[in-house]
């Protein structure tokens, strides 16, 4: 079998990918305004599973925002972490912000001390390579 620049092996293209979910789709698109009234009438009417409904639509869950943070720097990981506790102990940082804090300082460390092993190799095969 051959294959010929430009020219496709598949001439009516891609099928869909969920014919179902299309056909319920073209179905119900008629009779979404009805749908839509009758949910809002259930939510008038007291019915919870359709007022979370609503309000998970019109109101989505509020995202959490950055906030800037203001930390005394300190030269050394341990002392920055230790900045960073003292700050969410006192209340100055959420302790969710400070969580992530640490955990990104963590990171540093491991991204530190790969790049420090890294070069104390890279040194060991220089000194083993001009000893033969």
Do not use: W, Y
């Amino acid at each position: 079998m051959t294959f010929k620049k430009g020219t496709s092996g598949n001439a009516k293209g891609r099928p869909s990918a969920n014919m179902t979910a299309d056909k319920l789709r073209k179905s119900i698109n008629d009779d979404m305004p009805d749908i839509l009234n009758k949910l809002i009438e259930l939510a008038k009417g007291g019915d919870v599973q359709a007022i979370k409904l609503v309000l998970e639509r019109v109101c989505p869950a509020l995202k959490p925002q950055a906030v800037p943070i203001n930390l005394p720097f300190v030269d050394s990981l341990a002392g920055q972490g230790n900045e960073i506790i003292r700050a969410t102990m006192q209340g100055k940082i959420p302790p969710d912000i400070g969580s992530q804090l640490i955990t990104a300082l963590a990171n540093q460390a491991k991204v530190i001390e790969i790049d420090e092993l890294t070069k104390r190799i890279e040194v060991l095969e220089q000194s083993s390579e001009h000893k033969e």
